[in-house]
Nanobody
Framework: QVQLTESGGGLVQTGGSLGLSCAAS????????MGWFRRAPGKEREFVAG????????DYADFVKGRFTISRGNTKNTVNLQMNNLNPEDTALYYC??????????????WGQGTQVTVSS
């Protein structure tokens, strides 16, 4: 069972930046494909970004391309999401995920509890 712990959410003004981090605890030794989803108020949960286990392949939702950057952390099974030029439509609960493979980023096998990002206008 993979445990995911997110950090870094908060309140920011339109045009500002925030960074999210996530650590996956897994005693199996597997290095996981990881990523982020989000759920905005009144909307379905949606894919945001993902990265393969080596950190050399990434995938982004169209609505974050050019603004968000996902990367592997310095320690095993950690992932970061740098969010720039935020707007109120980015307000959501952001979930860290683990996926079975890079091709299955949009069908995660594990979810974190979520960290709130609020962008004020």
């Amino acid at each position: 069972q993979v445990q995911l712990t997110e950090s870094g959410g908060g309140l920011v003004q339109t045009g500002g930046s925030l960074g999210l981090s996530c650590a996956a605890s897994d005693e199996s030794g597997i290095i996981h494909v990881m990523g982020w989803f989000r759920r905005a108020p009144g909307k379905e949960r949606e894919f945001v970004a993902g990265v393969n286990w080596r950190g050399d392949r990434t995938d982004y939702a169209d609505f974050v391309k050019g603004r968000f950057t996902i990367s592997r952390g310095n320690t095993k099974n950690t992932v970061n999401l740098q969010m720039n030029n935020l707007n109120p439509e980015d307000t959501a609960l952001y979930y860290c995920i683990v996926a079975p493979s890079f091709s299955k980023l949009r069908t995660p096998s594990s979810w974190g509890q979520g960290t709130q990002v609020t962008v004020s206008s």
